[in-house]
C-alpha cells in the first residue's frame, strides 16, 4: 500500500492550504472500506492526530483544529483532502496522511510527509 501525500508549502499567518494524499495502486473497494486521517508532527513533540474519515464520511477533528480545518475523502479518486484555513504558528509541523483498511487489519499505513508552514 502505497500513500502519496502533497500540498504543503508555506503559507502567512491567517492562509490556507490544502493538502491531498492519494493511494493510486490501491484496488478502489479497498479504498472506500478504510478509515483515513491526517497526522502531523511538530519539531520535539509527539505525533497528534489532526483529522479522521471513516468510511461513511463521519469526520472527527482533533480541538485545536475545529472550525479551521475539513477532512473529506473521494474515493472513485482514492483520495483524501485536508483544507486548512485560518492558519496558525502552532500549525507548522510535517503532515502525514494515515490508512487504516479493513482488507488489511491492524496496520497502518503512512504516507510520506509534508511540510507545513505558518510564519508570523
Known amino acids: 500500500v502505497q500513500l502519496q501525500a502533497s500540498g504543503g508549502g508555506s503559507v502567512q499567518v491567517g492562509g490556507s492550504l490544502r493538502l491531498s494524499c492519494r493511494a493510486p495502486?490501491?484496488?478502489?473497494?479497498?479504498?472506500?472500506?478504510?478509515?483515513m486521517g491526517w497526522y502531523r508532527q511538530a519539531p520535539g513533540k509527539e505525533r497528534e492526530l489532526v483529522a479522521s474519515?471513516?468510511?461513511?464520511?463521519?469526520?472527527n477533528y482533533a480541538d485545536s483544529v475545529k472550525g479551521r480545518f475539513t477532512i473529506s475523502r473521494d474515493n472513485a479518486k482514492k483520495m483524501i483532502y485536508l483544507q486548512m484555513n485560518t492558519l496558525q504558528p502552532e500549525d507548522t509541523a510535517v503532515y502525514y496522511c494515515?490508512?487504516?483498511?479493513?482488507?488489511?487489519?491492524?496496520?497502518?499505513?503512512w504516507g510520506q510527509g509534508t511540510q507545513v508552514t505558518v510564519s508570523s
Open positions: 495502486r490501491m484496488i478502489l473497494s479497498t479504498f472506500s472500506d478504510s478509515t
Open positions: 474519515m471513516i468510511r461513511s464520511g463521519t469526520p
Open positions: 494515515n490508512g487504516h483498511f479493513s482488507a488489511y487489519p491492524n496496520v497502518a499505513y
